[in-house]
């Protein structure tokens, strides 16, 4: 094995190892605070916490939010079967899931490919 | 940046639905001269890679985050209609197995994250890396990661704007379209901020390493090749 082929195959083991340590590691240090998104549909609400129960009180966007119809699928939320701590595992299994699926999408796509004289147009 | 369920209602789901499908059908079309022997393996670790950042929320306000949207960082590197697809592969996976953005609410999502965020993110960052080809015969490693940061930030801000005009057609609740606006705005030039530096560093990291397998950086070296008869 060359050095060049060698520093080539060793990119794809990189970029693999990089996503599942994001996904099953560095995802513990995310921020658990509303995104963009969220605060500006929370805007108007104040979240408060009843017997555990948040509860959105005032008037705002979120409260026409409804719950999940997959809510209480075993990976809701990013972890396993609701547990505390298992989101890292929860992120492995999406990495691996969305390789599948996305490898899977792209390789039935490439068997369509064009020809050379098709591509030309694209 | 994901919806759920009934912020928007019914007729705007169903219509961003219907252009979500639209778009992502011309999509599967187009990638078909994008995806060959060696960018079907990059585009699903591409899919995959944008999973794992989006789980890391960072911080922008107090109080507020922000995650990656992945967009221009997946046309950059595998090319604009694979990378929408990349985008919606992510939406899919997490709406149906993590019940993380609503189900109905997926054309809305799919629209502003994959489609819009792909197409502003990447006519940016083509635009730029055409215009900076024209007058040097070299870009340097640094340059495309002033130019993936530019177009990841300018995408992420579109994106934002998706949501404010689908609420402006079918939001629920009483907040005014102004105030949606200015802290869709507000947050979104702040995420911007971070997605562009997320980008910037994977574009560079990758143009260090395998530059050949860079779509931004093989479109204006690819067009010679094309034209010689199989």
Same mark, same amino acid.
């Given at each position: 094995m060359t050095a060049e082929s060698r520093r080539r195959a060793s990119f794809w083991i990189v970029f693999g190892v990089a996503t599942l340590l994001i996904a099953g590691v560095v995802s513990y240090l995310a921020s658990s605070n509303p995104d963009g998104l969220d605060s500006t549909t929370l805007r108007g609400c104040e979240v408060v916490e009843i017997d555990g129960v948040e509860e959105l009180r005032g008037e705002c966007i979120a409260q026409h939010a409804e719950e999940h119809p997959l809510a209480a699928s075993p990976l809701a939320d990013y972890a396993l079967e609701g547990r505390d701590g298992t989101g890292g595992l929860a992120g492995v299994i999406g990495v691996v899931v969305t390789v599948l699926v996305a490898g899977g999408l792209f390789w039935t796509i490439a068997r369509f490919r064009t020809t050379s004289g098709q591509a030309h147009g694209d | 940046m994901h919806m759920s369920d009934g912020i928007v209602d019914a007729p705007t789901s169903v219509g961003f639905a219907v252009l979500a499908v639209v778009g992502l059908a011309l999509c599967a079309w187009r990638a078909r001269s994008e995806l060959d022997d060696r960018t079907v393996p990059l585009a699903g670790l591409v899919a995959a890679f944008i999973f794992a950042v989006q789980m890391v929320n960072f911080p922008i306000l107090p109080g507020v985050s922000g995650h990656l949207l992945g967009g221009a960082l997946a046309a950059i590197l595998v090319g604009p209609f694979t990378g929408a697809l990349c985008i919606a592969v992510v939406l899919i996976v997490q709406s149906l197995m993590f019940a993380d953005g609503g189900v109905t609410a997926l054309g809305t999502n799919i629209t502003n994250m994959a489609l819009v965020g792909v197409a502003a993110g990447y006519g940016v960052a083509a635009s730029l890396y055409t215009l900076l080809k024209r007058h040097r015969d070299r870009v340097s490693v640094p340059t495309v990661g002033v130019v993936a940061f530019t177009a990841a930030a300018v995408g992420t801000v579109c994106a934002a704007l998706g949501f404010v $005009?689908?609420?402006?057609?079918? /939001?629920? /609740?009483?907040?005014?379209?102004?105030? $949606? =606006?200015?802290? %869709? +705005? /507000?947050?979104? $030039? +702040?995420?911007?901020?971070?997605? /562009?530096?997320? =980008?910037? +560093?994977? *574009? %560079?990291?990758?143009? !260090? =390493? !395998?530059?050949?397998?860079?779509? +931004?950086? !093989?479109?204006?070296?690819?067009?010679?090749?094309? $034209? *010689?008869?199989a």
């Amino acid at each position: 094995m060359t050095a060049e082929s060698r520093r080539r195959a060793s990119f794809w083991i990189v970029f693999g190892v990089a996503t599942l340590l994001i996904a099953g590691v560095v995802s513990y240090l995310a921020s658990s605070n509303p995104d963009g998104l969220d605060s500006t549909t929370l805007r108007g609400c104040e979240v408060v916490e009843i017997d555990g129960v948040e509860e959105l009180r005032g008037e705002c966007i979120a409260q026409h939010a409804e719950e999940h119809p997959l809510a209480a699928s075993p990976l809701a939320d990013y972890a396993l079967e609701g547990r505390d701590g298992t989101g890292g595992l929860a992120g492995v299994i999406g990495v691996v899931v969305t390789v599948l699926v996305a490898g899977g999408l792209f390789w039935t796509i490439a068997r369509f490919r064009t020809t050379s004289g098709q591509a030309h147009g694209d | 940046m994901h919806m759920s369920d009934g912020i928007v209602d019914a007729p705007t789901s169903v219509g961003f639905a219907v252009l979500a499908v639209v778009g992502l059908a011309l999509c599967a079309w187009r990638a078909r001269s994008e995806l060959d022997d060696r960018t079907v393996p990059l585009a699903g670790l591409v899919a995959a890679f944008i999973f794992a950042v989006q789980m890391v929320n960072f911080p922008i306000l107090p109080g507020v985050s922000g995650h990656l949207l992945g967009g221009a960082l997946a046309a950059i590197l595998v090319g604009p209609f694979t990378g929408a697809l990349c985008i919606a592969v992510v939406l899919i996976v997490q709406s149906l197995m993590f019940a993380d953005g609503g189900v109905t609410a997926l054309g809305t999502n799919i629209t502003n994250m994959a489609l819009v965020g792909v197409a502003a993110g990447y006519g940016v960052a083509a635009s730029l890396y055409t215009l900076l080809k024209r007058h040097r015969d070299r870009v340097s490693v640094p340059t495309v990661g002033v130019v993936a940061f530019t177009a990841a930030a300018v995408g992420t801000v579109c994106a934002a704007l998706g949501f404010v $005009v689908q609420y402006a057609l079918g /939001g629920a /609740g009483s907040t005014s379209l102004g105030t $949606v =606006t200015a802290y %869709m +705005l /507000g947050t979104h $030039v +702040l995420i911007g901020i971070g997605e /562009g530096v997320i =980008t910037a +560093l994977t *574009v %560079m990291a990758v143009c !260090r =390493t !395998r530059p050949d397998l860079v779509y +931004l950086l !093989r479109t204006s070296e690819k067009k010679p090749a094309e $034209v *010689v008869p199989a």
